[in-house]
């Protein structure tokens, strides 16, 4: 996995509220402000770093304090473990999508790095047909030699699918 369930919840709840910090109370700033979307991310955010009783202060008193106080009730009726609670809520439920947000990212380089040894072979194909070197190929992709070099020798994770892609079409139809 390309990193840790906190790691992915300060991103995104980052991205969500567009601070650029890390401090709970400057994104609960934001998500009172004009950022509400990151409501479910922050309150993950303080339970996995343990400063849900911060973020609890913060949002006293305000609109979120009440929806914040029925999920951690919820998650207190399920044992208390942040994850496996995540995992039995319902699919739909805005705590769980941002499970399914972590879920999606976290899997997505094991998917990638099934996938590339495949471009890999077909870029190999595209070049042996039309007689071209990796020098060539380099030159036409606008790639770095080295990192070509190194992924077609089987080290996929020097380029990124899409960057992988884009060689293959652009190899396959230049």
């Known amino acids: 996995m390309s990193r840790s369930f906190k790691g992915f919840l300060q991103a995104y709840a980052q991205e969500l509220t567009g601070c650029g910090t890390s401090s709970i109370k400057k994104l609960f700033e934001a998500v009172v402000g004009d950022s509400p979307r990151g409501a479910e991310a922050l309150l993950l955010l303080a339970l996995a770093s343990g400063r849900a009783d911060y973020l609890m202060r913060q949002a006293d008193g305000t609109s979120f304090e009440a929806a914040y106080r029925a999920a951690l009730a919820d998650l207190d009726r399920?044992?208390?473990m942040l994850e496996k609670w995540l995992e039995q809520l319902p699919g739909?439920?805005?705590y769980r999508k941002v499970w399914n947000a972590w879920r999606s990212e976290a899997t997505r380089l094991e998917r990638?790095?099934?996938m590339?040894?495949?471009v890999r072979d077909a870029i190999d194909r595209v070049m042996a047909e039309r007689g071209m070197t990796r020098a060539q190929a380099c030159r036409l992709t606008g790639l770095n030699k080295g990192n070509f070099y190194a992924f077609m020798k089987g080290d996929v994770a020097k380029l990124s699918r899409e960057t992988a892609v884009n060689a293959y079409r652009t190899?396959?139809?230049g």
Do not use: E
Request: aromatic share 0%; hydrophobic share 25%.
């Open 78 to 80: 399920a044992g208390g």
């Open 92 to 94: 739909q439920n805005r």
């Open 112 to 114: 990638d790095r099934r």
């Open 116 to 118: 590339l040894p495949g």
């Open 171 to 173: 190899l396959a139809n």
